[in-house]
Nanobody
Framework: QEQLVESGGGLVQAGDSLKLSCAAS????????MAWFREAPGKQREWVAY???????NYADSVKGRFTISRDDARSTVYLQMNSLKPEDTAIYYC????????????????WGQGTQVTVSS
């Protein structure tokens, strides 16, 4: 049974940094495309960033230059380093995986974590 478990969320002030982690288990995720999505209250879940099995990355315009996605396949873990956080970054952050090329389309991911809350105060 594949499983993703996020951690690292919390309450921070605007301008602070946080690093989220997503630990994968139940299958070898080295060949998987991994992504982070987020869901703010009253809004649809939106794509944040993805990383390919070869560690190529892509970011939503809203986080480009502030967030960095990375992976450590030896630890089966994907990270999201978030710098210069803004109140509009407040959301539940979800990790997702698919065994194919990653994409910004949430419908194409079939493995999801339970989410971790990030709250940024002004």
């Amino acid at each position: 049974q594949e499983q993703l478990v996020e951690s690292g969320g919390g309450l921070v002030q605007a301008g602070d940094s946080l690093k989220l982690s997503c630990a994968a288990s139940g299958r070898a995720f080295g060949g998987a495309g991994m992504a982070w999505f987020r869901e703010a209250p009253g809004k649809q879940r939106e794509w944040v960033a993805y990383i390919t099995s070869a560690s190529r990355t892509n970011y939503a315009d809203s986080v480009k230059g502030r967030f960095t996605i990375s992976r450590d396949d030896a630890r089966s873990t994907v990270y999201l380093q978030m710098n210069s956080l803004k109140p509009e970054d407040t959301a539940i952050y979800y990790c997702a995986a698919r065994f194919g090329a990653p994409t910004s389309s949430r419908q194409l991911y079939d493995i999801w974590g339970q989410g971790t809350q990030v709250t940024v105060s002004s």
